[in-house]
Every structure is written in structure tokens, then in C-alpha cells.
């Protein structure tokens, strides 16, 4: 059974930082694609950041000045750091993964429950 568990959300004032991880297990990671999306309230889920099986890197163009994803492939653990936070980047953070594909244009297989992030100014 597949399980991605978000974790490390939390309230932080605008201009701190956070690092979320996602714990990944029940599935052979290193042939995933991880990556990011978000929803805040009363908006659609957006995608936020990925990384593929590769190691190549994709975000949100208006989020990669602030927003890094890394993954360890050896703990089966990805990460997404978030810099100089703005309260619009208040949302629901969700994990997700997809075999192969780039999580850009396809759906993923597998989603988090979800870690709110809350920013205050």
C-alpha cells in the first residue's frame, strides 16, 4: 500500500522560511517523479514544484526564486524549502507521485493528505 505522508506545516510570519517533507513508502521511489501542488481556499489545486526519477528539477515559475525541491532516494523522503514566505502562499500542501511522468503535465497516482501552511503578515 502506497503511502505519502506530509509532514512540518505549520503558521510562520511572512518573510520566515519552511521545509516540509513528504515520506514516501509502498512504492519503488526511485522510479517516481515527487512533487509539490497546493490549494488555498476557494482556489483549484495547483502545481507547485516537482522533481523526476531523474533528479531534474520543475517549478512554478513565480515560486522558483523562493522554493527548492530535493529528494533522497535512499529514505524515500522529499522535501520542499520555502523562503521568504508571503501570505499568499497560504494553503494546503500536498505531496504527490507519478510513475515516470512528468508531474507538469500528468496526473499523479498517488497524493498526500495534505500539510497546512499558514502565513501571517
Known amino acids: 500500500q502506497v503511502q505519502l505522508v506530509e509532514s512540518w506545516g505549520g503558521w510562520v510570519q511572512a518573510g520566515g522560511p519552511l521545509r516540509l517533507s513528504c515520506a514516501a513508502s509502498g512504492l519503488t521511489f526511485s522510479n517516481y517523479a515527487m512533487g509539490w501542488f497546493r490549494q488555498a481556499p476557494g482556489q483549484d489545486r495547483e502545481f507547485v514544484a516537482s522533481i523526476s526519477w531523474r533528479g531534474s528539477t520543475y517549478y512554478l515559475d513565480s515560486l522558483k526564486r523562493r522554493f527548492t525541491i530535493s529528494r533522497d532516494n535512499a529514505t524515500t523522503m522529499v522535501y520542499l524549502q520555502m523562503n521568504s514566505l508571503k501570505p499568499e502562499d497560504t494553503a494546503v500542501y500536498y505531496c504527490?507521485?507519478?510513475?515516470?511522468?512528468?508531474?507538469?503535465?500528468?496526473?499523479?497516482?498517488?497524493w498526500g493528505q495534505g500539510t497546512q501552511v499558514t502565513v501571517s503578515s
Open positions: 504527490a507521485a507519478r510513475l515516470f511522468q512528468d508531474l507538469r503535465i500528468a496526473e499523479p497516482n498517488y
